[in-house]
């Protein structure tokens, strides 16, 4: 079991005080967004033996275990994150696997280095996710029913927002969806960001169930991602409560802390809220274009005391223990490699003692034993 030195990313929409908070450290005044726990290239954990996907890499099945690098190859497959959102992140979806293989190889054959800034595809994997809020966490998930959007767009008297209200209303729900998401992202810019303009000042005087956008508006002026977001699902999880983003569903996370995971992929199309590049045909290829419920997702418990956030996926498995005083410990020893974090109080894994924020890599097999006050997070795989 592996003690793990994390490293943790500065984007510009994280938080300069949440992450930071958790750990009982002082903040820098610079933004914390994401802690990475895992093997990513981009950022592996360290461990006493070296990085952790160099320690992966130097024996696969010892670390994974067979069934796991039968299944998934010789890497982790997954990515643990705390997330600490400040303002909103962007507007994007994620393809599903056949699409992210068959874009990775079409930009490949094309030549487009794997850096280029109009690159979509930085591999070919899949990139399904899963958010649990550690505190009320706002965000946005999949498309409102066509006639909800039109009604929330016209409810704020903008009439350049008039012809969207009519496209939602003049077809069924995924030609909708598809005519007015394509309109919003080809409009003329200058026509576009007058009508942004427009739109959070409404927001801003009307409030309520506007404020959401009134605050993105605030943060991205005149970007059509501020519009594009009135289409979708506004979710406030309570902590505890999760989301699942599939392959196609639009998505964006506004404000919070969480733990997320994911599979191991950088593969993200966007559809605004954001200065990098938004390829609208390849997004529209991309986007599933059918409203829907956001799906929110409470842990179900088992006999053994596991809180288990299902998914339809087999890339990772994300749980989580808590721990009141007294209680035995826990045996999560498992055929499959795993990520314990603490979130809360001091819990004890093997023979290392873990406080918020604090993590360990358990190699496949190896005896892991959790006690202790507080709560800790399970991230595995199924196979």
Same mark, same amino acid.
Request: include cysteine; charged fraction near 20%.
């Given at each position: 079991? @592996? ?79 705390? *997330? ?33 800034? =109009? ?26 029913? $066509?006639?909800?959007?039109?009604? *929330?767009? @016209? ?32 409009? @003329? ?61 639009? =998505? ?40 829907? @419920? ?42 499959? $490699? ?13 023979? =290392? ?31």
């Amino acid at each position: 079991m @592996d003690r793990l030195d994390n490293t943790v990313r500065p984007y510009a929409w994280g938080s300069t005080t949440a992450i930071p908070q958790l750990l009982g450290t002082e903040p820098t005044g610079e933004p914390q967004a994401e802690m990475w726990m895992g093997a990513h290239p981009g950022a592996p954990s360290r461990t006493g033996r070296g990085t952790l996907a160099a320690v992966i890499d130097e024996d696969p099945e010892r670390e994974l275990g067979h069934a796991c690098v039968a299944k998934f190859g010789p890497r982790l497959p997954f990515l643990l994150k705390l *997330l600490a959102a400040g303002a909103p992140l962007s507007l994007q979806v994620h393809p599903d696997l056949a699409q992210a293989k068959e874009g990775y190889a079409d930009e490949e054959r094309r030549g487009i280095p794997v850096d280029a800034p =109009h690159r979509n595809y930085k591999d070919a994997n899949h990139k399904p996710e899963l958010i649990c809020a550690l505190t009320e966490f706002d965000g946005l998930c999949g498309f409102r029913d $066509p006639v909800q959007a039109a009604d *929330l767009l @016209d409810g704020l008297g903008v009439d350049s927002l008039k012809p969207y209200v009519d496209l939602l209303h003049a077809h069924p729900e995924e030609a909708a969806l598809r005519e007015v998401l394509t309109a919003i992202l080809t409009a @003329d810019p200058d026509e576009m960001s007058r009508t942004v303009t427009e739109t959070a000042a409404a927001c801003t005087h009307l409030g309520g169930v506007y404020q959401p956008y009134a605050d993105i508006a605030h943060h991205y002026p005149g970007d059509p991602g501020v519009i594009a977001a009135m289409l979708l699902n506004h979710v406030r999880l309570q902590p505890g409560e999760a989301l699942y983003l599939g392959a196609g569903i639009p =998505h964006a996370y506004l404000n919070g802390l969480g733990v997320e995971i994911m599979a191991n992929s950088d593969n993200v199309l966007r559809c605004g809220l954001t200065p990098k590049h938004v390829d609208v045909p390849e997004l529209l290829r991309i986007v599933r274009f059918e409203a829907a @419920d956001p799906g929110v997702l409470r842990p179900e418990a088992s006999p053994d005391g596991e809180e288990v956030y299902e998914t339809p996926i087999d890339e990772f498995r994300l749980s989580r223990y808590v721990l009141p005083e007294g209680t035995a410990p826990h045996d999560l020893t498992s055929a499959t $490699p795993q990520i314990l974090l603490c979130t809360a109080g001091t819990v004890r894994a093997g023979d =290392h003692e873990l406080t918020p924020g604090q993590s360990v890599f358990v190699p496949a097999g190896e005896k892991a034993e959790v006690g202790g006050v507080g709560t800790v997070f399970r991230a595995t795989v199924i196979v």
